[in-house]
């Protein structure tokens, strides 16, 4: 080559090289406008199910309210127990509402490390406190297979908040017959049936872990929208018919939850029509030293004589 054939091949480069960091730059932007888009669509929808999920708990309280003040000297006291049962069932919906919200923005955005109060948690005390939480609310009956020896390392609120939010799911998207299973073991990391993109492979396979399992005989969920349900808004198309209520935030907290407390939480399986399961697992860990001499002297006391 002689110097001004390489000179002339040297701007072709440079040319050649700015052009394609051009098209680079082009196709990040295009794909970022897209992203954006796509949650410009996600918050509008959001918005929708928001105020409606606001509307519908703020209008029972004034119905109500409105009722009571008006028939005050009509009504018996059943009435009066039946209507302030309603309001404070409603306020509380909206109590959730507002938490998860703040919730999920908080963990979306400006704080992503969550505050966590770890320490030993007994599942079967979450279990019960979660059926508590949600059986006032539900047709279906929960079915619990936990035994009392199996604690996991976490937090307690947290884990009760997870267990109840997968209660409740099952029992929203289940008909009034459909039976709700709730089950634990303890097991080695290995042996959870995880999906690819859920496996850690920095934690140990030897690692015990307690695998916590909900069964449902609900709707299921479509193939095409089992890994969406994670994401924050997002609902799986249903027939609108039998609208349920929901903003698409309680699958998405609990896997941050749980996530931030060291386990995974993943659907299992689903079949449209028959039924879902969702798990998750949490690191396990013996029964704190109190909690096993209790167990121990309720299992030596003599049983209690009806007098
Ligand atoms: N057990 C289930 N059976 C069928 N579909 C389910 C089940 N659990 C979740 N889904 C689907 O996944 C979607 C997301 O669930 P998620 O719990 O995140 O939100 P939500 O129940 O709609 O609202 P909320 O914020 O009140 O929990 C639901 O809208 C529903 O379509
Ligand atoms: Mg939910």
Same mark, same amino acid.
């Given at each position: 080559f002689r110097p001004s054939d390489i000179g002339m091949l040297l701007a072709i480069c440079s040319q050649a090289a700015g052009a394609l960091r051009n098209a680079q730059l082009f196709e990040e932007i295009q794909e970022a406008y897209a992203e954006q888009q796509r949650l410009d669509k996600l918050k509008d929808e959001f918005l929708v199910t928001a105020s409606h999920e606001l509307r519908t708990p703020l209008s029972a309280i004034s119905g109500y309210s409105t009722l009571l003040k008006r028939q005050s000297n009509r009504i018996t006291p059943q009435h009066i127990l039946r209507f302030a049962s309603k309001i404070t069932g409603a306020a509380q919906q909206l109590t959730d509402l507002v938490s998860s919200m703040t919730e999920a923005a908080r963990i979306g955005t400006v704080d992503k490390k969550l505050e966590l109060q770890m320490g030993p948690v007994q599942l079967l005390s979450a279990v019960e406190m979660a059926i508590n939480m949600i059986s006032v609310n539900i047709e279906q009956k929960i079915v619990s297979q936990v035994e009392a020896n199996l604690w996991m390392k976490g937090d307690p609120l947290r884990v009760r908040q997870v267990i109840s939010n997968l209660l409740d799911n099952a029992a929203k998207y289940s008909p009034p017959d459909g039976r709700i299973e709730i089950l634990a073991a303890v097991t080695s990391l290995a042996k959870v049936p995880l999906p690819d993109e859920q496996? !850690?492979? /920095?934690? !140990?396979?030897?690692m015990l872990v307690v695998l916590v399992q909900v069964y449902d005989e609900g709707e299921g969920i479509a193939p095409e929208d089992q890994q969406k349900i *994670? /994401?924050? *808004?997002v609902r799986a198309t249903r027939s609108l018919t039998t609208p349920v209520r929901g903003t698409g935030l309680g699958l998405y907290i609990c896997r941050r939850y749980i996530e931030a407390m060291g386990g995974r939480l993943w659907l299992q399986h689903s079949i449209p029509g028959e039924g879902s399961a969702f798990s998750f697992y949490l690191p396990y860990i013996d029964a704190p030293q109190e909690a096993s001499t209790n167990e121990q002297n309720k299992q030596d006391e003599p049983e209690q004589q009806a007098s």
């Open positions: 496996v !850690d492979i /920095e934690s !140990d396979p030897n *994670f /994401e924050k *808004f």
